[in-house]
């Protein structure tokens, strides 16, 4: 059992050093990374982790499709009713709807928009929770100038 928490720290810790990597500009190195360590998770990882490090990847994507693709791979590992994989839902549901802006699929971005908002009652009054809400505002305004 320590072995194992011990691995999932490591892992919770790489993922991490990746993300720094990304936020600090090296995209390429960062989506490398976390290329890695989706094959080392694998389908029957933890579905947090699994969720966080899809969604991340999204983020080092240079193109929209590849980038929706990601996004849609992090909310299929977010299925489930543990609450803190639905705590994630809100979140999912922007960054697709933002996705689907950027494609010019208004249509698609209008119903993640909706599913994002039907869940953001989940949300907890804190810095994370006010980030999604103000993600939420985003897509819908670009949606509306869409």
Do not use: F
């Amino acid at each position: 059992m320590e072995q194992r928490q011990s691995s999932e720290e490591s892992l919770v810790t790489r993922i991490g050093q990746a993300v720094i990597l990304l936020h600090g500009g090296d995209r390429e190195e960062a989506r490398n990374r976390m290329g890695e360590l989706w094959a080392e998770i694998g389908d029957a990882g933890d579905p947090v982790q699994r969720c966080t490090l899809a969604h991340y990847l999204a983020d080092t994507q240079d193109d929209p499709g590849d980038e929706l693709a990601w996004d849609l791979r992090a909310l299929t590992a977010a299925e489930g009713d543990r609450a803190d994989v639905l705590a994630l839902h809100p979140a999912l549901h922007a960054n697709l709807a933002a996705d689907y802006v950027k494609l010019h699929r208004p249509d698609a971005a209008r119903l993640h928009l909706e599913r994002a908002r039907a869940c953001a009652h989940v949300l907890g009054d804190d810095g994370y929770g006010d980030g999604v809400r103000t993600a939420i505002a985003r897509v819908a305004r670009r949606l509306a100038c869409a």
